[in-house]
């Protein structure tokens, strides 16, 4: 039989009508029977408030539809009875029957009319067994049939009302079963008791009477149309303290919704819900938190494509800013509302929130996202792969490495006009004409001698042509240029562009002031007040993140930056200004010239966006072929990543028993970009004889054991990992640093020195950093010096005596030859252990002279690593010493505070300073957090909105509830019977 659902819509009113009005009572939780008691989750609460009576003239549930309001259903319902109950002879039950029976499809066929008729249809789903059901036995038999299911539906509002009348029933069981007895008709026995569970009109306070008649006058059955509107009342009026009733069935309609949106998908019906799927409240917060209203008609294909609907692969590409990532936000919320699939985001960059596809073809980022979609691929037949990208050319390898749709369109929701400017005039790029470009305009600014060798480029020029009223992203070639150019530009600009949006910039400056404990960069310090501000990988996050949302809401408009905000991070600009085409010293590839120009114009604020490349004479060629040519072909990195790219892939094929024969890898192989881009290597080796390369050097490094035949390439004799190779790829260690990491931590061993952490700190110092630094042996020679005898030892251990650094500072000569790495990496030792101790960037980055973006990311790499090695130690049993000392400098070098305000910092938002305030203010534990009342939180702590302690409460509360559920799991897995007890078989 069908599930009957009842169906609800509310009417249109206006918001004063809306705030008078009462919420809605849930007609399905009237209509099943509890079985028993069940605790609501507010523990106990006031009694609920009789019933009150039918002819009251008061309507409980203000405008809303309902089966009270709905006067055709109760007609309906009033026909029904009267047409049954006028033949006195005919069988009551069967009567009983009949009614609830057309009742029941009355209501279904009701529902099937507003659904179709509205998107704002409620469905509150009946439960099959308990609603509209008359059963023979007492009702009570009947109850303990019901399943829990029956009461999970359940709002806890009537719940409460349900055991207030069950307290009422148990004191009149007696009463009536005498009635029941004296009652010649057995029409109550067959048709009240059920009723009895939509409201129990028979528990109103009326005056018995001692005679049979009396008693059967008690017991004389109410009309339906009268229980449904006590039934009504009464839920309306059941009091809940944790829960209004307006949020419990915004709650049912949305959990419905899902669940009709769910049955849509699995059932392939073109009618997929309201939201592409999803329930109408995902549309709404699209329209309240992003101001979204409707979709672009390229995302509405694209989201509508049969091979979507099919949850096959597919990958989509369009230029920047054509709205791709709310395409994969809405097929995320599918997933996880409706199909309740697990779903991973891969980010090749920290900032991005989707898949780039094109950085398949960057270097380690690609090899390791390659590695990770051909093992899905391979693994996986039924996981659905989407991938996006702005910039894309040979879709067709990628196509057939993912086996994929594709879908593609040039829509920009904002035009885009390119142009470039060599000395002062501007040229608009123009395919048509004969070199593509086309004369545009000179620039119209007056420029005095001073400023002209100030601004040979003409920056300040073209900045203010928009700013302040529009924004203006500047990019640069190196990170000291950003800061540069920061600072010339706010020089020569005018006094009147201190005044735009005063306030916030003080607001900005005294936020970065509290961020750096008290400090502000310089160049910040004096920009800012005129709207702008670098950003480069030397800010810290927090300090990135705070310009980033100032620029977004115009407080600042010009953003001196790398190109890495391009790619990174989404902050549209009216023009965008390109310093030169060069990132660093390489002159500029295509895709990176259409991620930055692709910056220009912002959707629903401007009618079009610039980008103005600046040119000298002598880059003029390379710059035509720059902005003409296509876009450059992605290529698989398994090769040119060796350790990190084929290597890496072989050993965890092997480890993860994904393939373990030569055979198998060859087979895999052929599954990954580079085996479908095999026309690409060189003609002196084939793939399979680079596999066997790779195989045997993975031996000959003690990580993988067997052999790999000479004659015969497709060897079918299995391969094992070793337990070095195990720990390597179950680490994560960059194969090009397991061996020496091995030899380092065998070497510690021998003489471990826990006077400090700066032993331990060494060893979790990460290999790949060392290239990147150049220590300045001053400071070098002075933080030696401040170490104890012990930690000089842990020097001398690691090798790098005090002698060395000593020559080094006084700049003689060295005969003896040093590793370079382990210098190097010492010396980002003592960077740490400064950090761990006074755990301030600002100061560590003074003192050491290194921006406070590279000690932030030498930390959070230093935190990564030594999780990895934790999980390498892990693998080895001789290194069982590690485990507990690495567990705890993880905790360290990820949150970088004192040890006791730990805790604190693993709730979400709360950072060094507010951890400080609330360890302070008395909240030293995540108990203390989680059991924090809002209010108290705002007024005891400084500068904290009642939205952020909601959340903190809320954070901790969930932190707690996890590590509770973790401990109880480790409490079942101990009392768990094994199944293998000796003679139980």
């Not at 008729?117 to 007492?138: C, I, P, R, T, Y």
């Not at 534990?925 to 009342?933: E, I, M, P, S």
């Amino acid at each position: 039989m069908a599930e009957p659902r009842l169906a609800v819509r509310r009417k249109s009113r206006s918001s004063s009508e809306r705030k008078r009005s009462r919420a809605p009572a849930q007609p399905l939780a009237a209509s099943s029977p509890v079985a028993r008691k069940r605790p609501s989750s507010g523990g106990e609460g006031p009694p609920a408030e009789a019933p009150c009576s039918n002819d009251s003239e008061e309507d409980m549930f203000g405008d809303y539809d309902s089966f009270y309001g709905n006067d055709s259903l109760m007609a309906q319902v009033d026909d029904i009875e009267h047409k049954y109950l006028q033949d006195k002879n005919m069988d009551v039950k069967t009567a009983g029957e009949i009614i609830l029976g057309n009742l029941q499809s009355g209501v279904h066929q009701k529902e099937q009319d507003n659904f179709s008729a509205s998107q704002n249809v409620v469905l509150l789903k009946s439960d099959q067994e308990g609603a509209f059901q008359v059963h023979d036995s007492d009702p009570a038999d009947g109850n303990q049939k019901l399943t829990e299911s029956a009461l999970d539906d359940l709002p806890s509002s009537q719940l409460l009302y349900f055991e207030k009348m069950d307290e009422l029933s148990a004191s009149r069981t007696s009463a009536l079963s005498k009635g029941r007895d004296e009652c010649v008709n057995s029409f109550s026995d067959k048709i009240r008791d059920p009723l009895s569970f939509y409201a129990g009109a028979e528990h109103r306070n009326r005056p018995t009477d001692s005679s049979s008649h009396s008693k059967c006058i008690l017991f004389k059955p109410e009309s339906l149309k009268d229980h449904l509107k006590s039934a009504m009342t009464g839920n309306a009026r059941a009091q809940t303290l944790q829960v209004s009733k307006t949020k419990q069935l915004k709650e049912a309609v949305l959990s419905e919704e899902i669940f009709v949106a769910r049955k849509a998908i699995e059932s392939s019906s073109l009618d997929i819900g309201p939201f592409y799927g999803l329930p109408s409240k995902v549309k709404d917060l699209f329209r309240q938190l992003r101001g979204i209203e409707t979709l672009y008609e390229w995302q509405h294909d694209c989201l509508m494509l049969e091979s979507l609907q099919q949850r096959k692969n597919l990958i989509y590409s369009l230029p920047t800013s054509g709205g791709k990532t709310l395409v994969a936000e809405i097929i995320i919320l599918q997933e996880l509302l409706c199909r309740q699939k697990d779903v991973l985001m891969i980010l090749p960059y920290v900032a991005i929130v989707q898949e780039k596809l094109h950085m398949l073809g960057a270097g380690s980022r690609g090899a390791v996202l390659e590695i990770t979609l051909a093992k899905l691929l391979y693994t996986s037949k039924k996981t659905q792969i989407i991938g996006m990208s702005a910039t894309l050319n040979n879709v067709g390898d990628l196509q057939k490495f993912l086996q994929a749709k594709y879908y593609t369109n040039n829509f920009r929701p904002v035009e885009l006009k390119e142009y470039i400017k060599i000395r002062d005039t501007i040229y608009a790029v123009d395919s048509k004409t004969q070199n593509g470009f086309a004369f545009s305009r000179v620039l119209n600014f007056k420029y005095s001698s001073n400023l002209e060798k100030a601004d040979p480029d003409h920056i300040i020029a073209l900045v203010t042509e928009v700013i302040p009223k529009y924004s203006c992203l500047v990019f640069c070639p190196t990170k000291k240029n950003c800061e540069n150019v920061a600072s010339m530009v706010c020089k020569y600009l005018k006094k009147e562009f201190r005044v735009h949006k005063e306030k916030e910039k003080e607001d900005l400056i005294k936020n970065l002031k509290s961020i750096g404990n008290g400090t502000v960069c310089p160049v910040l310090k004096q920009t800012i007040p005129f709207g702008i501000a670098y950003h480069h990988s030397g800010l810290t996050n927090d300090e990135r993140k705070s310009i980033e949302e100032a620029y977004s809401a115009g407080v600042l408009c010009v953003l001196a930056c790398t190109a890495t905000l391009a790619a990174g991070v989404n902050l549209p600009a009216r023009r965008v200004i390109l310093r030169a085409p060069y990132v660093g010293n390489d002159f500029l590839k295509k895709n990176q010239y259409k991620q930055m120009a692709g910056r220009a114009g912002r959707a629903g604020i401007d009618s079009a966006g610039e980008s103005i490349l600046i040119v000298q004479e002598k880059d003029k060629h390379l710059v035509q072929d720059l902005v003409h040519s296509p876009l450059e072909n992605c290529y698989s990195n398994l090769l040119q990543e060796l350790t990190k790219g084929i290597q890496s892939l072989l050993l965890s094929l092997v480890g993860l028993k994904i393939a373990v024969t030569h055979e198998e890898v060859d087979n895999f192989m052929c599954c990954t970009l580079l085996g479908v881009q095999q026309q690409l290597l060189s003609k002196e080796k084939s793939l399979t004889e680079i596999v066997k390369d790779g195989l045997e050097n993975l031996i000959e490094k003690g990580l993988l054991k067997g052999r790999i035949s000479e004659k015969d390439h497709n060897s079918k004799s299995t391969l094992t990992i070793t337990p070095l190779g195990k720990a390597t790829y179950k680490g994560s260690i960059d194969l090009a640093y397991c061996n020496i990491l091995y030899r380092d931590l065998k070497k510690g061993l021998e003489g471990l020195v826990l006077e400090s952490n700066l032993h331990l700190l060494y060893l979790s110092t990460p290999y790949d950093m060392t290239s990147t630094c150049s220590p300045d042996w001053m400071i070098y020679l002075r933080q030696f010096n401040q170490l104890s005898a012990a930690e000089q030892k842990v020097a001398d251990i690691v090798g790098v005596p005090e002698s060395f650094i000593t020559k080094k500072a006084s700049g003689q000569a060295i005969r003896k030859n040093m590793d370079d790495a382990v210098v190097n990496r010492f010396y980002l030792t003592f960077v740490l252990y400064a950090l761990l101790k006074e755990t301030n960037i600002w100061s560590v980055s003074e003192k050491f002279n290194l921006s406070r973006g590279y000690v932030q990311n030498l930390l959070s790499s230093a935190a990564s690593f030594a999780s990895c090695l934790l999980h390498f130690c892990e693998e080895l049993e001789e290194f069982w010493v590690y485990k507990a000392l690495l567990i705890e400098l993880t905790k360290q070098l990820t949150y970088c505070v004192k040890t006791e305000l730990i805790p604190l910092m693993e709730v979400a938002g709360v950072l060094e300073a507010r951890a400080k305030q609330l360890y302070n203010a008395g909240y030293k534990t995540l108990a203390h957090l989680a059991n924090a009342n809002p209010e108290t939180l705002v007024r005891m702590i400084e500068h904290l909105s009642r939205r952020q302690a909601k959340q903190i409460i809320s954070s901790a509360k969930m932190l707690l509830s996890e590590k509770a559920e973790a401990l109880q799991e480790e409490v079942e897995e101990l009392v768990k019977v094994p199944t293998d007890i000796p003679g139980t078989h």
